[in-house]
């Protein structure tokens, strides 16, 4: 019913910086909170970021200053701007929806991830 596709991702020297972008699409009334979450091998997927309609936005400690979330809500777009990145920052980057359906259920997505490879 409703598919999110994240690109941007890839490989990157530590100091650098990558956009990611997540596309929703499919039966969508209206998306609530967007984030976006990443796991690195061996470990929990955790919050980056996230974003309501109104943006009220939240990030976890470890990117506060170096990543900007926004979103476009005409589109259904979710972005991650990633300055100053650090070898920890590696992990796969996934894309997260809440998102109202047409029919009426409100129902959580994810995207398939996307690999942001930070080498020191």
């Known amino acids: 019913q409703v598919r999110l596709v994240e690109s941007g991702g890839g490989l990157v020297q530590a100091g650098g910086s990558l956009r990611l972008s997540c596309a929703a699409s499919?039966?969508?009334?209206?998306?609530?909170?967007m984030g976006w979450y990443r796991q690195a091998p061996g470990k929990q997927r955790e919050l980056v970021a996230t974003i309501t309609r109104r943006d009220n936005i939240n990030y976890t400690d470890s990117v506060k200053g170096r990543f900007t979330i926004s979103r476009d809500n005409a589109k259904n777009m979710v972005y991650l701007q990633m300055n100053s990145l650090k070898p920890e920052d590696t992990a796969v980057y996934y894309c997260?929806?809440?998102?109202?359906?047409?029919?009426?259920?409100?129902?959580?997505?994810w995207g398939q991830g996307t690999q942001v490879t930070v080498s020191s």
């Open positions: 997260n929806a809440d998102v109202l359906l047409v029919t009426g259920p409100r129902r959580d997505y």
């Open positions: 499919g039966s969508i009334f209206r998306i609530n909170v």
